[in-house]
């Protein structure tokens, strides 16, 4: 499995691994260690372009989609929150633009931690 870093303290031996860094490493469980700090990346074929053809976009980077749904939670009611305090998948799905790929649960785990003593913070205050 694929998995890109979104926070600060994830370590290999002694050398800290930097955000956006790309790591792999065997199963298909996000292990303990990374939960809350990575988002998994999917495979992405690779194939020659057809002549003519519009160029695809990349995909948002692991910071942008975090920043994504920090916006997205500042924005839902507070009953758009589940018990545990995370904000609703479909919730959050429905602030975001068409063009905004839809958050999974698993990928709204994995970012929330980065996110969401500033979205609290934010809610509280406001």
């Not at 031996?13 to 930097?18: F, N, S």
């Not at 939670?73 to 995370?86: K, N, P, Q, S, Y």
């Not at 905004?100 to 970012?111: C, G, K």
């Amino acid at each position: 499995m694929k998995v890109e870093i979104t926070e600060k303290g994830v370590f290999e031996g002694r050398d800290e691994i930097p955000v956006g860094e790309v790591v792999e490493f065997e199963g298909d469980k996000i292990p303990p260690f990374l939960v809350g700090k990575c988002r998994p990346v999917g495979k992405v074929a690779v194939t020659n372009p057809v002549e003519g053809a519009v160029p695809v976009e990349p995909a948002p980077s692991g910071v942008e989609r975090q920043e994504l749904l920090k916006l997205a939670a500042m924005e839902i009611a507070g009953d758009d929150f589940i018990a545990d305090g995370r904000p609703d998948v479909r919730a959050l799905n429905d602030e975001l633009t068409d063009d905004a790929a839809p958050f999974t649960a698993e990928e709204r785990d994995a970012l929330w931690p980065g996110v969401k003593d500033e979205v609290m913070a934010a809610r509280t205050a406001g």
